[in-house]
């Protein structure tokens, strides 16, 4: 677009010379009016060469097109008003707007060319119009003038031509670019009519369902969703429709060879299409893999919960047939520990007594340990604060590795 304003201010600055030099022919005089028509008139030159730098190219097609605006209106007003030959230019104003191929654009260059038309009315209608500068010669000027402006409309047709031709290349090349994706996209892509029907599919069907494009025209996905998932596909479409906003669902679709294959639709609303309103959009995705990991992971899952629920109930029957035993030997070890049926006798078969009683209680402290484990992994585990004699606690640690270790000759 900035090369055919390139190209258009540079047709209204070529043109903007010839009606220069015409208007010092017939004006026959040098002075500032003569200076700012002529200046005018040749700046478009000056945007032909600005719209090569990287400015906003819509604030130059406006000022270009105000300014054009402008000149026509000084000079028209200094040349006879409404009976101007440069009054003409005028209509040049709003076809060049048109170029541009923005409506706001184009508004605008009609205003400008309507306010300018008023304000030389009103300049003529209040004669308030200053001393013409012209020497009689109407007649000629007028004609001359108006081939030029047939001549620049002319070229500027031609450039409206050309890019009218270019912007359907554009289009041509663009659907062209988008049709080669959409036929060699992995995932289905298919036009829906208002009551879901398919318009159109992709090539992926082949690949997806076992179906040509051509066969699944006229359907509708719920001839192809599994039984418990038909449900949810059409309440997916009726709030794509309802409200406008893309959806998306997984389902199982029916494949031509009668298997079943997980697939991810999203579907999204266009509004008017070629086939109406309400028209929409579905991209479908093979899942089928991401569902079996998934299928595994739920598997695995339930096979270490499995696990750890027999975990849990081989620890509690251990504990059980650990404990029996345990209240026995600490039962009795602590009858001998008090020498509740008379003395032991040795002193050293006293101590013995007194290490089985405290070697038992530790080792069902560690089985209660263990059980607590389960229940910390169970998340039911609670911590309960107990104040103790730390020298006790020493001695009993000491008496534990005492023995075995007079055996080895160590001293502890």
Avoid at 5 to 31: C, H, M, P
Avoid at 221 to 235: M, Q, S, Y
């Amino acid at each position: 677009m900035r090369q055919h304003f390139v190209r258009t201010q540079f047709i209204k600055g070529v043109f903007g010379v010839i009606l220069s030099l015409a208007f010092l022919f017939y004006t026959q005089a040098i002075d500032t009016v003569v200076v700012l028509a002529s200046a005018g008139l040749i700046a478009p030159l000056l945007f032909a060469y600005i719209g090569r730098v990287p400015i906003r190219l819509r604030i130059l097609e406006v000022i270009a097109i105000a300014l054009f605006s402008l000149v026509i209106t000084f000079i028209s007003i200094v040349t006879g008003g409404l009976t101007s030959p440069f009054l003409v230019w005028l209509m040049l104003v709003p076809f060049e707007g048109a170029l541009a191929r923005r409506r706001t654009t184009v508004a605008f260059a009609g205003l400008v060319s309507f306010a300018g038309l008023l304000v030389v009315a009103g300049f003529h209608a209040y004669g308030a119009l200053p001393e013409f500068y012209l020497d009689g010669s109407e007649s000629f000027l007028y004609e001359g003038l108006l081939t030029l402006a047939l001549v620049q409309a002319t070229l500027l047709a031609f450039a409206a031509q050309e890019r009218k031709r270019v912007a359907h290349e554009a289009v041509i090349a663009g659907e062209a670019r988008y049709r080669f994706l959409a036929e060699h996209a992995m995932d289905l892509i298919t036009s829906h009519g208002p009551d879901g029907s398919i318009n159109s599919a992709s090539p992926a069907s082949r690949r997806l369902l076992g179906y040509a494009p051509e066969e699944l025209i006229g359907m509708h996905w719920l001839e192809f969703a599994h039984p418990a998932d038909g449900e949810k596909l059409e309440r997916e479409f009726e709030e794509a429709t309802r409200s406008q906003r893309d959806v998306s669902a997984e389902i199982r679709l029916l494949r031509k060879d009668g298997s079943y294959v997980w697939t991810e639709l999203r579907c999204r609303p266009v509004g008017e299409g070629e086939h109406g309103a309400g028209e929409m959009v579905a991209v479908t995705r093979d899942i089928s893999e991401r569902k079996a990991s998934e299928h595994e992971l739920v598997e695995a899952r339930d096979r270490a919960e499995d696990a750890s629920r027999a975990k849990s109930r081989f620890l509690a029957n251990m504990s059980h047939e650990l404990r029996t035993p345990l209240n026995a030997i600490i039962g009795f070890s602590e009858v001998m520990t008090h020498e509740m049926f008379g003395p032991v006798g040795s002193a050293r078969y006293l101590e013995y007594a007194r290490l089985i009683n405290e070697s038992g209680s530790h080792l069902l402290e560690l089985i209660n340990s263990v059980l607590d484990m389960s229940k910390i992994e169970a998340n039911r585990f609670q911590l309960v604060q107990e104040v103790f004699d730390l020298d006790d606690a020493t001695d009993q640690a000491i008496r534990f590795v005492k023995f075995q270790a007079e055996r080895q000759g160590v001293v502890v």
